[in-house]
Nanobody, 124 residues
Protein backbone atom coordinates (compact mmCIF):
# COMPACT_ATOMS: atom_id res chain seq x y z
CA UNK A 1 0.00 0.00 0.00
CA UNK A 2 1.41 3.34 -1.06
CA UNK A 3 1.46 6.12 1.50
CA UNK A 4 2.65 9.68 1.00
CA UNK A 5 2.74 11.82 4.12
CA UNK A 6 3.65 15.49 4.40
CA UNK A 7 4.67 17.30 7.55
CA UNK A 8 6.22 20.55 8.66
CA UNK A 9 3.48 23.02 7.91
CA UNK A 10 2.29 25.57 10.42
CA UNK A 11 1.72 29.20 11.23
CA UNK A 12 4.63 31.56 10.75
CA UNK A 13 5.10 35.32 10.52
CA UNK A 14 6.07 36.97 7.27
CA UNK A 15 9.80 36.71 6.75
CA UNK A 16 10.00 33.44 8.63
CA UNK A 17 10.96 29.97 7.49
CA UNK A 18 9.48 26.50 7.39
CA UNK A 19 10.79 23.17 6.17
CA UNK A 20 8.29 20.77 4.70
CA UNK A 21 8.95 17.05 4.49
CA UNK A 22 7.26 14.33 2.50
CA UNK A 23 7.90 10.67 3.19
CA UNK A 24 6.72 7.92 0.89
CA UNK A 25 6.35 4.22 1.54
CA UNK A 26 5.16 1.22 -0.40
CA UNK A 27 6.95 2.17 -3.60
CA UNK A 28 10.40 2.71 -5.06
CA UNK A 29 10.69 6.41 -4.27
CA UNK A 30 13.99 6.74 -6.12
CA UNK A 31 12.46 6.26 -9.57
CA UNK A 32 9.81 8.98 -9.25
CA UNK A 33 10.06 12.61 -10.13
CA UNK A 34 8.68 14.50 -7.16
CA UNK A 35 7.15 17.89 -6.67
CA UNK A 36 5.50 20.28 -4.27
CA UNK A 37 2.19 21.78 -5.29
CA UNK A 38 0.09 24.26 -3.39
CA UNK A 39 -3.51 25.29 -3.40
CA UNK A 40 -4.92 28.42 -1.85
CA UNK A 41 -8.66 28.80 -1.18
CA UNK A 42 -10.51 29.53 -4.40
CA UNK A 43 -7.47 28.92 -6.56
CA UNK A 44 -6.23 26.05 -8.67
CA UNK A 45 -3.52 23.72 -7.47
CA UNK A 46 -0.19 24.86 -8.86
CA UNK A 47 3.32 23.47 -9.01
CA UNK A 48 5.71 25.25 -6.68
CA UNK A 49 8.86 23.23 -7.21
CA UNK A 50 9.80 19.97 -8.90
CA UNK A 51 12.85 17.73 -9.01
CA UNK A 52 13.76 14.72 -11.09
CA UNK A 53 14.46 11.30 -9.64
CA UNK A 54 18.20 11.81 -10.23
CA UNK A 55 18.40 15.41 -8.91
CA UNK A 56 19.62 16.41 -12.34
CA UNK A 57 16.89 18.98 -12.97
CA UNK A 58 14.70 21.18 -10.85
CA UNK A 59 12.03 23.79 -11.37
CA UNK A 60 10.77 26.68 -9.28
CA UNK A 61 7.73 28.81 -9.83
CA UNK A 62 8.75 32.40 -10.53
CA UNK A 63 7.36 33.77 -7.28
CA UNK A 64 9.37 31.37 -5.09
CA UNK A 65 12.71 31.50 -6.87
CA UNK A 66 15.50 32.46 -4.52
CA UNK A 67 13.33 31.79 -1.45
CA UNK A 68 12.46 28.08 -1.67
CA UNK A 69 14.79 25.11 -2.13
CA UNK A 70 13.73 21.59 -3.05
CA UNK A 71 15.78 18.52 -2.21
CA UNK A 72 15.35 14.81 -1.85
CA UNK A 73 16.96 11.95 0.01
CA UNK A 74 16.24 8.75 -1.86
CA UNK A 75 17.71 6.58 0.88
CA UNK A 76 15.19 8.04 3.32
CA UNK A 77 12.41 8.16 0.71
CA UNK A 78 11.89 11.77 1.66
CA UNK A 79 11.33 15.02 -0.20
CA UNK A 80 11.97 18.41 1.38
CA UNK A 81 11.02 21.99 0.72
CA UNK A 82 12.95 24.66 2.58
CA UNK A 83 10.88 27.84 2.52
CA UNK A 84 12.55 31.09 3.54
CA UNK A 85 11.40 34.70 3.51
CA UNK A 86 7.82 33.57 3.59
CA UNK A 87 5.11 35.95 2.45
CA UNK A 88 1.37 36.02 3.23
CA UNK A 89 0.72 35.05 -0.40
CA UNK A 90 2.53 31.75 0.27
CA UNK A 91 -0.40 30.74 2.47
CA UNK A 92 -1.87 27.53 1.06
CA UNK A 93 -2.19 23.81 1.50
CA UNK A 94 1.03 22.25 0.27
CA UNK A 95 0.95 18.83 -1.38
CA UNK A 96 3.64 16.34 -2.23
CA UNK A 97 3.30 14.66 -5.64
CA UNK A 98 5.05 11.67 -7.16
CA UNK A 99 5.05 11.07 -10.90
CA UNK A 100 6.56 8.33 -12.99
CA UNK A 101 8.07 9.00 -16.40
CA UNK A 102 10.09 11.89 -17.75
CA UNK A 103 8.03 14.98 -17.03
CA UNK A 104 9.73 17.31 -14.57
CA UNK A 105 6.61 19.19 -13.51
CA UNK A 106 3.44 17.35 -14.47
CA UNK A 107 -0.04 18.69 -14.67
CA UNK A 108 -2.19 17.63 -11.74
CA UNK A 109 -3.87 15.00 -13.89
CA UNK A 110 -0.57 13.27 -14.59
CA UNK A 111 0.44 12.84 -10.93
CA UNK A 112 0.49 9.22 -9.79
CA UNK A 113 0.44 9.75 -6.03
CA UNK A 114 -0.58 12.66 -3.80
CA UNK A 115 -0.10 13.26 -0.12
CA UNK A 116 -2.89 14.56 2.06
CA UNK A 117 -1.37 18.03 2.32
CA UNK A 118 0.09 20.20 5.04
CA UNK A 119 -1.20 23.69 5.77
CA UNK A 120 1.14 26.66 5.61
CA UNK A 121 -0.18 29.95 6.95
CA UNK A 122 1.91 33.11 6.82
CA UNK A 123 0.69 36.06 8.86
CA UNK A 124 1.51 39.64 7.97
Amino acid sequence: QVQVVESGGGLVQAGGSLRLSCTASGLNFAVYNVAWFRQAPGKEREAVSCITWSDSRSYYAEDVKGRFAISRDNAKKTLYLQMNSLKPEDTAMYYCALTGGYILCPSTTRVNYWGQGTQVTVSS
